[in-house]
């Protein structure tokens, strides 16, 4: 069975430079969360989607970061405008309804030179 | 605002050695708590959890135990195997419609040598 897919795995944007992450959830699943991983840390809460709404944003550092999840499974988070401090390791993670489990995704490993 | 913080590593045991990763937290609610594993070239996974005080989470040999009192919740195993070396997070999660929203330690890297 298919688990939570991220794309692409390693992107390296120069400064300045617009990235977009893509993540595919599990089928069927309604909550969807991104974080920031940065080298040597432990991960960092960004957003949360249930189905295509945006529940909760208070972990986006600044309005350079957007996300998006417009028909409730696919979900994109872009970057606009990219530092050197947005360099790390984005994860995707997914649930289903109700208390229960979030499967991680191998994450993106994002540069920015 | 909600914390975690963790032992600081590497970890570096031989085989069938005792582990203990120690982890404490803060939290405004009454948390569910975590243990998640990252093998080399791997995703994060849910090793175990536990969602009220005393409860034992326990999983593959590794177990631990929600304490509110001391607001901890380390993680142990018996015997470890060199297939058990990777880096260990301790989160915890407030709840509410799903356990996804996780606040996480720092990480701790456990090497096991033969």
């Known amino acids: 069975g298919a688990g939570v897919s991220q794309s692409p795995r390693y992107k390296v944007a120069k400064r300045g430079q617009d990235v977009a992450l893509r993540c595919d959830p599990i089928?069927?699943?309604?909550?969807l969360f991104w974080y920031q991983q940065a080298l040597g840390q432990g991960p960092e809460f960004l957003t949360y989607?249930?189905?295509?709404?945006?529940?909760?944003k208070s972990g986006l550092p600044s309005d350079r970061f957007f996300a998006e999840r417009p028909e409730g499974s696919v979900s994109t988070l872009k970057i606009q405008r990219t530092q050197q401090e947005d360099s790390a390791v984005y994860l995707c993670?997914?649930?289903?309804?109700?208390?229960?489990?979030?499967?991680f995704g191998q994450g993106t490993r994002l540069t920015v030179v | 605002g909600d914390s975690v913080t963790q032992m600081e590593g590497p970890v570096t045991l031989s085989e069938e050695a005792f582990l203990t990763i120690n982890c404490t937290y803060t939290?405004?609610?009454?948390?569910?708590l975590f243990w998640y594993v990252q093998y080399p070239g791997e995703g994060l996974q849910l090793l175990l959890k536990?969602?009220?005080?005393?409860d034992k989470g326990s999983n593959k040999g590794f177990e631990a135990t929600y304490r509110k009192e001391t607001t901890s919740f380390h993680l142990e195993k018996g015997s470890v195997q060199v297939s058990d070396s990777a880096v260990y997070f301790c989160?915890?999660?407030?709840?509410?419609?799903?356990?996804?929203?996780?606040?996480f330690g720092q990480g701790t890297i456990l090497t096991v040598h033969p």
């Open positions: 089928s069927g699943h309604v909550s």
């Open positions: 989607f249930q189905n295509e709404a945006q529940l909760d």
């Open positions: 993670a997914s649930s289903s309804r109700g208390n229960t489990e979030a499967f």
């Open positions: 536990a969602t009220k005080a005393d």
């Open positions: 989160a915890l999660s407030e709840g509410g419609t799903s356990y996804g929203k996780l606040t």
């Open positions: 939290a405004t609610g009454y948390p569910s």
